[in-house]
């Protein structure tokens, strides 16, 4: 017989309800902690990432604030005080404080640029946090005109005879190098802010001839330091030692090549990736006591923008926001007129404003000269200017029609001799309406070889000099326009569809920033060997230029495809080299622009 003892039960089930509920609670109570722990990591989390943010934001803010210096720099313009910048829907401020430093630095080859000391703080907010980013940076103006080359879009070098280039060369964006021959580089300066490529832009497939560029030294200008080339090989060159590649030994060759496989890249047949191999194999000389550097550099090896003018420089007049221009159109007469200052929609381009001389042709073929205080000067130089319809056939311009271009036609002895040479070596001409392709009109430079002072001619039309200039008697010159047009001494309107004029040799003394078109696809631009633009057979002759090549931005009226051989021209021997006088800023051509580029100096 069994005897149940309730009593006892009892408080065994209570005891067990207990425990029960004492571990539910314990649960309970570590679920909470767990979630609390958790709400407060996600929190913190947000606060990190909200942090972060505010301080991308006011880098970038920075950043914006160094374009901004540059390109006021380059562009004659005060420099802002303060700006601010959307990223992504997010607003960032900055400020630009000078601080007074300033001087200026000369390298060994003469080569001078001038520092300027600004502090750029950038602000930022992201859901309630606040970001702060302060550089110290300088802002260096180098002389365009002390650069050999020097492209703000890509830069295309393919030659079709051997080719030597002398001075700085610099593209802020890619450089694409090639030749039918052999191009050689003689500087301690081939940049590119963009990648370096050995093959030809318009036919990537291709990467012809020989292209041999000089190990860094100090001046490359003095004939007494070392003169060591090295071979900057196309896929043909690299296959020849056993190295399979896409374009060449360029921007490309990224993993390098060990032959060995052994894990370096210092054994018999290995080659460096580019981004140290282009260092290495471009530094000084073994044994070089002069210093160190590198002549090729792209943007793995840290080379930044430099800024330059923007087309409005060269523009007759260029439209101003709010209407806070001194200038508006005017139907009636269909001109640019004066209006109260900060009321008009215009104000004249730089060069224009700057102007010593100032020529300008209207619709109905009229014009007017002022000088630089106003004054019309149009009867006392009439016999230097005249304006010729259909004066010239421009076959690439013509683009398949007969049309002849309008000049304004400027006889350069003829106005020193009238007194009324630009008293501030400044001479700016232009059109009313210049048009573009066929339509498009010129100014023509004639009897310039030898100038009466140092003179830069600037024009938003299409330039056309013929025949010597700027031989007699060497003055620092700079030609500026649309377009930059050669015709030799042999040149005299003859031409016409079809024909095609021998030329004859001829030597063009001066700097020169020209307009171009972009290479799309298969469409060749004519690269920098067809910067200048040629209208006559050259084969067999000479066009020798010293000075400068510039290209800053897209041709707006001479806007005329590259075309070669037919009725357009042949290429000449082309005998060019960087003007090294110009290493002295002395000898400049008067009004040389600037080539901006911010440095940091320090963050904090």
């Known amino acids: 017989m069994i005897v149940r003892n309730n009593a006892l039960r009892r408080p065994r089930r209570g005891y067990a309800l ?42 970038g803010a920075v950043e914006a604030a160094k374009k901004e210096l540059q390109t006021a720099i380059a562009n004659w313009r005060a420099v802002p005080a303060s700006g601010s910048i959307t990223i992504e829907g997010q607003v960032a401020e900055w400020t630009i404080t000078p601080t007074g430093f300033a001087t200026t630095s000369t390298d060994a080859s003469g080569l001078q640029t001038l520092l300027t000391g600004y502090e750029i703080t950038g602000r930022a907010r992201r859901l309630g946090h606040a970001a702060q980013a302060q550089r110290l940076v300088h802002a260096e103006a180098t002389p365009l005109f002390q650069y050999a080359v020097f492209y703000t879009n890509d830069l295309e070098i393919l030659p079709g005879p051997n080719m030597t280039l002398s001075g700085r060369v610099h593209s802020n964006r890619d450089l694409y190098l090639a030749s039918n021959n052999t191009l050689t580089v003689n500087a301690n300066y081939l940049r590119a802010v963009g990648d370096i490529y050995r093959n030809r832009k318009d036919d990537p497939s291709q990467s012809p001839g020989t292209v041999d560029i000089r190990r860094w030294v100090a001046n490359p200008w ?155 000067v149009t009867t006392a130089i009439s016999s230097a200017v005249t304006i010729v319809d259909g004066a010239l056939f421009d076959a690439r311009q013509a683009a398949g029609t007969s ?73 620092g010159a700079a030609v500026i326009g649309d377009a930059v047009n050669l015709l030799s001494n042999a040149w005299n309107d003859s031409k016409g569809p079809g024909q ?59 806007t005329g495809a590259w075309v070669y051989g037919g009725d357009r021209y042949t290429a000449p021997n082309r005998n060019w080299s960087y003007e090294t006088s110009f290493n002295n800023v002395a000898n400049l051509p008067p009004y040389t622009p600037m080539a901006v580029s911010a440095r940091d100096v320090v963050s904090w």
Not at 439 to 445: P, T
Request: glycine fraction near 14%; aromatic fraction near 8%.
């Open 18 to 59: 207990l425990v029960a509920v004492t571990g539910s609670l314990v649960a309970a109570g570590m679920i909470s902690v767990l979630w609390t722990a958790s709400g407060t990591a996600h929190r913190n989390a947000q606060l990190t990432r909200h942090g972060n943010e505010a301080e991308y934001l006011a880098e």
């Open 222 to 376: 003095d004939s007494s330091e070392p003169a060591q080339y090295v071979r900057m090989n196309n896929r043909a060159q690299m296959a020849n030692v056993g190295v399979a590649t896409t374009s060449g030994y360029d921007s490309r060759f990224t993993a390098g090549h060990d032959a060995d496989g052994n894990g370096d890249f210092g054994d018999t047949g290995d080659w460096l990736p580019w981004g140290p191999g282009a260092l290495a194999l471009w530094s000084q000389p073994a044994g070089y006591s002069g210093g160190a550097g590198h002549t090729v550099r792209s943007g793995e090896q840290g080379v930044t923008e430099s800024v330059t003018p923007q087309i409005g420089s060269i523009q007759m007049f260029e439209t101003v926001a709010g209407d806070t221009g001194d200038h508006a159109w005017d139907e009636a007469t269909q001109r640019y007129v004066p209006v109260a200052p900060g009321t008009g929609t215009h104000q004249k381009g730089y060069y224009h404003r700057e102007a010593g001389l100032t020529v300008l042709t209207y619709a109905d073929g009229s014009w007017k000269a002022t000088n630089a205080t106003g004054v019309d």
């Open 403 to 475: 049309e002849r271009v309008r000049v304004a036609q400027i006889d350069l002895q003829r106005l020193g001799q009238l007194g009324h040479f630009p008293s501030n070596g400044l001479l700016y001409a232009a059109h009313y309406g210049a048009g573009t392709g066929a339509e498009a009109s010129g100014v023509r430079l004639k009897n310039g070889a030898e100038l009466l002072g140092r003179l830069t001619v600037v024009s938003e039309d299409p330039l056309y000099i013929q025949g010597d200039y700027n031989t007699v008697n060497k003055k």
């Open 500 to 558: 095609l004029p021998a030329a004859s040799n001829t030597t063009y003394n001066c700097a020169m920033i020209s307009g171009n078109q972009e290479t799309v696809g298969s469409a060749y631009n004519g690269g920098l060997e067809n910067l200048p633009r040629f209208h006559e057979n050259w084969s067999g002759r000479t066009c020798s230029i010293r000075g400068s090549l510039v290209n800053t931005w897209h041709s707006q009226h001479a």
